[in-house]
């Protein structure tokens, strides 16, 4: 086992259980912790991709601002334990089971698509290689530069909506 | 090298995960935590493909859904703010001001 695929199956765990933790955590504080592990384990998989500058975006967006927005507000509304009710027969009895059921067909069709990959990246070479920051930025900026201004008006908007909707009214 | 096939099933696990979070918890706040883990898992996929098949495309969108995910947090956290203020409640079966 070369030391690529052990990291890789140290992080998937750490992500994974950090996942688990997260719906599983009665306090929601315990829950955003439980994010930024799984964000920060998802930052190393994407370096061992060979995709650099998403795994400092996911590091410095992710895990600082969007995580320490989430923390800010669980802080500010006080929100305490969360109690399980039994409203919900269905939940109860078929919940489990259509969860598995839900993993057990994606990941079915996931292996029986996966032939159609391309044939030396299965065979362990990678034909392609990994995309340069370089080039990255070569395409956000030139074929991508519409999408990239729209989306600046995107955060453009949340911003304004999230002044708005956070305002005390006078 | 690791294989293409890997992280799929990763991003699956995180996705299917995400889902049974959305739907079973009840506070809002968590609610919106598990959308992020969805959206992450998404993210592994663009970057793997993108990885697989020498494209650039993958990254760019990854960085698209990113800041979609940084809009979508400001926002969706701003309505809680705004609830709270009214209701004094984060749990999503006590928002009922809809229901019959």
């Known amino acids: ?170 | 090298m690791i294989p293409t096939t890997h992280y799929l099933y990763l991003s699956l696990a995180l996705f299917t995960i995400g889902i049974v979070g959305v739907l079973t918890r009840r506070n809002v706040i968590v609610m919106l935590m598990s959308i992020e883990l969805i959206l992450n898992a998404v993210n592994i996929n663009l970057v793997a493909f993108s990885r697989a098949y020498g494209a650039v495309a993958g990254q760019v969108f990854a960085i698209f859904i990113i800041t979609d995910a940084a809009a979508e947090a400001a926002v969706g956290l701003g309505i809680i703010l705004a609830f709270f203020r009214n209701r004094e409640t984060v749990l999503a079966d006590e928002m009922d001001l809809l229901k019959w």
């Open chain 1, 1 to 170: 086992m070369t030391l690529p695929i052990l990291l890789f199956f140290v992080f998937a765990g750490i992500a994974v259980g950090g996942a688990l933790s997260l719906i599983f955590a009665r306090e929601p504080i315990h829950s955003a912790l439980a994010l930024i592990l799984v964000m920060v384990a998802l930052a190393v998989l994407y370096l061992l991709m060979g995709a650099g500058f998403i795994s400092a975006v996911q590091i410095i967006v992710y895990a600082g601002a969007i995580m320490v927005l989430f923390v800010f507000v669980i802080m500010l509304l006080n929100a305490g334990v969360e109690n399980r009710t039994q409203h919900s027969i269905m939940a109860r009895w078929l919940g489990i089971p259509l969860a598995v059921f839900l993993i057990g067909d994606l990941a079915y069709w996931m292996a029986r698509g996966a032939h159609a990959l391309p044939l030396a990246e299965r065979s362990g070479s990678l034909a392609a290689g990994p995309v340069s920051t370089q080039d990255l930025s070569l395409h956000l900026f030139q074929s991508y530069l519409f999408p990239f201004e729209i989306t600046s008006i995107l955060i453009l908007i949340a911003v304004l909506g999230a002044v708005v909707l956070a305002r005390r009214e006078p």
